[in-house]
């Protein structure tokens, strides 16, 4: 089976230009998030779907950072007017539901994206 | 609230001789804890779990670690380190805090295995 497929895998682009990163979680999980992780950090929660409820957004560095995901399925993080601050490893994940007490997520293997 | 604090942010060994990667928690409620791996340019893949089963757990590629309530830790453990193992090391915690499940995870330790 297919696990999770985040692309594309490197992204470099100049600063100020607008970045869709996608992310194509493992069939039947409801569960969906987003983390950042930066040189030498740990992973940074951004965002959190469960389902078709509404996304726990508060992890969102700054409102230049949207997410969705349609159909609950596929995901995209976008992030307008780059900043090279924004320039990190940009990592999804699905579990199976939202008790992470229980389920264990499953990562993809992450967009790089350099701001130039 | 919950929290996870990983002791190193590396580790060195070498082959062959014992692993140690210490990981300690707090958590208002009953947590789970898992350790992920991270290779270079990868994801991160599940060790192994506790959730509130047996104490001491086994995990993939030979690791174990243990919940020690009265510690708040999850330690990470391997017997005989191998140069594959050689990775990034991540301590998360998980529980029903404020009614969110949003995975804590540590900053993370840097295994180095030496031949």
């Known amino acids: 089976g297919a696990g999770v497929s985040q692309s594309p895998s490197n992204k470099v682009t100049e600063k100020g230009k607008d970045v869709e990163l996608r992310c194509d979680p493992i069939?039947?999980?409801?569960?969906l998030y987003w983390y950042r992780q930066s040189l030498g950090q740990g992973l940074e929660f951004l965002i959190y779907?469960?389902?078709?409820?509404?996304?726990?957004k508060s992890g969102l560095p700054s409102d230049r950072f949207s997410a969705e995901r349609t159909g609950g399925s596929v995901s995209t993080l976008t992030i307008q007017r780059t900043q090279q601050e924004d320039s990190a490893v940009y990592l999804c994940?699905?579990?199976?539901?939202?008790?992470?007490?229980?389920?264990?997520?499953?990562f993809g293997d992450g967009t790089r994206l350099s701001i130039l | 609230a919950q929290s996870v604090t990983q002791l190193d942010s590396h580790v060195s060994v070498s082959e062959g001789t014992p692993v140690l990667l210490r990981c300690n928690y707090s958590?208002?409620?009953?947590?789970?804890l898992f350790w992920y791996v991270q290779h270079p340019n990868k994801g991160l893949q599940l060790l192994l779990k506790?959730?509130?089963?047996?104490?001491l757990v086994k995990g993939i590629n030979g690791f174990e670690a243990e919940f020690k309530k009265s510690e708040t830790s999850f330690h990470l453990t391997k017997p005989s380190a191998h140069m594959s193992d050689a990775a990034e090391y991540f301590c998360?915690?998980?529980?029903?805090?404020?009614?969110?499940?949003?995975?804590?995870f540590g900053r993370g330790t840097s295994l180095i295995v030496h031949p």
């Open positions: 998360v915690v998980s529980s029903a805090s404020g009614g969110s499940y949003i995975p804590t």
């Open positions: 779907f469960q389902g078709n409820s509404a996304p726990d």
């Open positions: 506790y959730t509130s089963a047996a104490t």
């Open positions: 994940a699905s579990s199976l539901s939202w008790e992470t007490t229980i389920q264990p997520q499953h």
């Open positions: 958590s208002s409620y009953s947590p789970s």
């Open positions: 069939s039947g999980h409801t569960a």
